[in-house]
Each structure stands twice: as structure tokens, then as C-alpha cells.
């Protein structure tokens, strides 16, 4: 399971008419070739004034912005300075969501108290084992090294390591066994989403290949990413486009790994995007949940089961030019 602009227009202001006083003037050389005395060109003149003065023709902005069209199956958009919705398709339709399912695997790591980013974790043969089982996307993690776990956070969030998945659900759940850690850690997911007000999410995978019950909606995942950008270190890992791990192999020599390169393409085609994470699959076809900032404002926004990674981007493009049109 790998993964991975329309015009806008803006409002015209017409309280401020480019060229008031040509267009008077011209008014003035009409009448006077007419024969009509020029001092009505004044009481215009006037009268434009005092309706521009009151702002009766200013036009109202919202009015004025196009509302874009999307091929995915959902989406929403929101201003992440209040939560305020912005743009909604479906934002409460319940669908598969793919590896940005991964943004909790992330939120619920980076939320354990203590957390020392430094700690190292060996990988184990059941994480490269259940990558090939699945086919799922990896970071390419080699059995026997022992990576950080601030470099399972870029291999989790950048290629969309299921590998780092496995990893971090395996080291931050609670139990005796493996199967044990694994299920404490997705209820951990679970109660995050509970606590966040996610009311129509749930998860059943710690890395988005669902069993059956692995779902949530546009609305449901924005909330998700604003809260995760709270946190400096998911904001790192998500708006990083390349990232180098340099792990420890088990004769103890360093090991530099190929680069990961993010799936999400909104970090180089759009500007001021900081993040987040890409999601597809044969049932959550292509989704992707983006942030952007332009002049200290950030727009959030999902859009789930869009048609390919190319229309996934457009919708998400269309999306942010929306929000920020719609902010002024």
C-alpha cells in the first residue's frame, strides 16, 4: 500500500475605483460638448463621493470567492486559528483514510511523557516481515539496526515507513508481548481521538492497513492535524522534503541509510505549506491532509479518496487558494 489551481477570483473592492476622477472628468467632456453645463460634473461628483465615503459599493468578500470544485470524495478545510470551517464537502462522511492514519500513530508518540527522542529501538525481523506480507509502503528499515526514535518519526511521516509504524507501536504500547504492545498502542490511538473530539473516527491499525474498522472523515483528520502542529517536533518532521537517517548496525559501525523523500508534494509545488501527510489504498483511493501558512495565517484542510496523487494535489491546491481567498 503505497501512497502517496483552478483560477480564483478575488473580491473587487469598489470603494476603491481605480480612476474615479478620469472617469468624472470624461463625464465633464460630455456634457460640456453637449451643451449641458459642466457644474453638473460637480453634483456627480459629489454623489459618487458621499456613496463611496459610506461604503455602499463595497462588495461583500465572501460573496465574491469562488466556491472551487473537487474531484475527491470529501473534503474540508479550516482556519486554524479558531477552528472555523472554511470549505466542507461530505466533511462528516466516514471513509477509509489510508497512512494518514499515521498522523496519530505520530500525535500518540509524541505525546508520551518523558519522551526522549534520542532512544533507540531495534528493529525486529516481524516489522520487515509484515511489510512484505502486506506490500505495504517502507522505509526500508534493516533488521538488527538500532534507529532512534526521532528517525522512526521521518521514516513513519516522510516515505510512510508501515515498518516505522510497526517500530513505534511496538515500543511506546504496554504489554508482554508483541501482539499485546501493538493492540495497547492502536487503543491508545483510539483514546487520543475520543479526547480530540474525533466522533467519527476509529482505528484498527497503527499504520492505516485497516481490518475492517479504519476509518474517519475530512473533518475528523483536520482536527487531528491542527492539534499534531501544536507540537515543534511534528511540525519538523512534516514540513522536512528529505531526510538522511544514519543508524547503528549490529557490529555497532553507523549505517547511512537512502534518503526518504516526502510523499507529500504540496511542500515543494505550494508555497507555505508546512506539512502534513499523504494516505492511498485500494479502498481510501488518494488523500491527503495539508497545512499551509501565508502572512501569519494557516489554513488546514483533508481531502479523502480523491483519484490520483496528481488530483489529490490540485484538490488540496484549490482547497488552501479557497481558505486564504476566504480569509482576506
Known sequence: MSHTCGPFFFPLELGRIAG????????QLITATKGIRVRRAASVAVTV???????????????????????AK???????????????KGMDTKLSTGSTTKIMTANVV?????????????????YSDYIV???????????????????LLYGLMLPSGCDAAYALADKFGTGTTRAARVKNFIAKMNSKAKALGMTKTHFDSFDGIGNGSNYSTAKDLTK?????????NFRAVVKTKSYTAKTITKTGSTRTMAAWTNTNTLLSSYSGTIGVKTGSGPEAKYCL?????????????????????????????????????KLG
Request: without cysteine; positive net charge; charged residues 10%.
Open 224 to 232: 487531528l492535524a491542527s492539534n499534531s502542529l501544536k507540537s515543534a
Open 49 to 71: 463621493g458621499a456613496v463611496l465615503a459610506t461604503g455602499a459599493l463595497t462588495a461583500a468578500p465572501a460573496q465574491a470567492v469562488t466556491t472551487p470544485t473537487i474531484a
Open 133 to 151: 506480507a502486506k506490500g505495504a509502503s517502507s522505509a526500508r528499515l534493516i533488521v538488527g539496526d538500532k534507529v532512534t526514535v526521532r528517525q
Open 20 to 27: 474615479a476622477f478620469d472617469v468624472i472628468g470624461v463625464f
Open 74 to 88: 470529501t473534503g474540508f478545510v479550516m482556519n486554524n486559528a479558531n477552528g472555523a470551517a472554511l470549505y466542507n
Open 289 to 325: 491532509v495539508f497545512a499551509a501558512t501565508r502572512n501569519g495565517k494557516t489554513v488546514v484542510g483533508t481531502v479523502l479518496a480523491s483519484t490520483s496523487a496528481t488530483v489529490r494535489a490540485a484538490d488540496a491546491t484549490k482547497l488552501l487558494n479557497f481558505g486564504f481567498a
Open 110 to 126: 509524541l505525546s508520551q511523557t518523558n519522551l526522549n527522542l534520542n532512544t533507540k529501538v531495534t528493529i525486529q525481523k516481524a
